[in-house]
C-alpha cells in the first residue's frame, strides 16, 4: 500500500515563474492538505481540499491555489514566484469519515533563484 | 505570532542520557500532536494526546498534556541514535482536524 505521494521531489524555478507540485493521496483517502516548511520551521498550513473544493485556507496569498481530481489526487500551483517561496511543500492526506490521522508525504523541495 | 513554542531549539546528547522536550501554547487546543521528521522526510505521527493532565507511553518516549491544555513535555529515556531527528510539536482544533499548528521544532542529535 503506497503512502502518499508527491512529484517531482526537487524543483529549481527562478523568480517569477509558476510552479505545479503533484500529490497521490494514501490509497483510501479523500482529504488532501498542503503545508510549506521553511528551512529550520515547522510545517505550516496552506490549505485543504475535500470533495474537489477548498475547504479551508492558512494565511497564503492568492499566488498561491490549488486543485483536487476525483480521484483525490491534487495539485498545488504557485504563482509569480519569489524566492521566500524556497521551501519544503508537503501534501498530506487524511480518511475524513473517522477522523483518522494526517499522514504526509516526503515533500517537494523547491528552490527559487 | 508564534502559536507554539518549542524549547530547546537544538539538542545534543549523548546516546543513554535522558532528555526532555517542551510545548508550549498561547491558546487551547483540542488535541495536541507530537511528529518527528527526518530529513528527507514528511513527519510521522508518534502520538495524539486530548485530555487536560493525560500522559502516554511509546516505548521509551511519554508524552505529556498540561492539565489547561496550553502546553505539552516530551520525555525520552535512555536515548539512541534511531531518536535523532526534529521533533514537532502541533495543535488541532476540533472540526479542523486538516488545519494542524505546528511549532518550530527540537532538532534532537544523539551521538553513539
Known amino acids: 500500500d503506497a503512502g502518499v505521494t508527491q512529484s517531482p521531489t526537487h524543483l529549481i524555478k527562478t523568480r517569477g515563474q509558476q510552479v505545479t507540485l503533484r500529490c497521490s493521496p494514501k490509497?483510501?483517502?479523500?482529504?488532501v492538505s498542503w503545508y510549506q516548511q521553511a528551512l529550520g520551521q515547522g510545517p505550516q498550513f496552506i490549505f485543504q481540499?475535500?470533495?474537489?473544493?477548498?475547504?479551508q485556507r492558512g494565511n497564503f496569498p492568492d499566488r498561491f491555489s490549488g486543485h483536487q481530481f476525483p480521484n483525490y489526487s491534487s495539485e498545488l500551483n504557485v504563482n509569480a514566484l519569489l524566492l521566500g517561496d524556497s521551501a519544503l511543500y508537503l501534501c498530506?492526506?487524511?480518511?475524513?469519515?473517522?477522523?483518522?490521522?494526517?499522514?504526509f508525504g516526503s515533500g517537494t523541495q523547491l528552490s527559487v533563484l | 505570532t508564534q502559536l507554539l513554542e518549542q524549547s530547546p531549539q537544538f539538542l545534543s546528547i549523548q546516546e543513554g542520557e535522558n532528555l526532555t522536550v517542551y510545548c508550549n501554547s498561547s491558546?487551547?487546543?483540542?488535541?495536541l500532536q507530537w511528529y518527528r521528521q527526518e530529513p528527507g522526510e514528511g513527519p510521522v505521527l508518534l502520538v495524539t494526546?486530548?485530555?487536560?493532565?493525560e500522559v502516554k507511553k511509546l516505548k521509551r518516549l511519554t508524552f505529556q498534556f498540561g492539565d489547561a491544555r496550553k502546553d505539552s513535555s516530551l520525555h525520552i529515556t535512555a536515548a539512541q541514535p534511531g531518536d535523532t531527528g526534529l521533533y514537532l510539536c502541533?495543535?488541532?482544533?476540533?472540526?479542523?482536524?486538516?488545519?494542524?499548528?505546528f511549532g518550530p521544532g527540537t532538532s534532537l542529535s544523539v551521538i553513539p
Open positions: 481540499y475535500y470533495e474537489e473544493e477548498e475547504r
Open positions: 502541533a495543535g488541532a482544533r476540533a472540526a479542523s482536524y486538516d488545519k494542524v499548528i
Open positions: 491558546s487551547v487546543f483540542s488535541s
Open positions: 498530506a492526506s487524511r480518511r475524513t469519515s473517522n477522523n483518522e490521522k494526517l499522514f
Open positions: 494526546v486530548v485530555t487536560g493532565g
Open positions: 490509497s483510501g483517502h479523500d482529504t
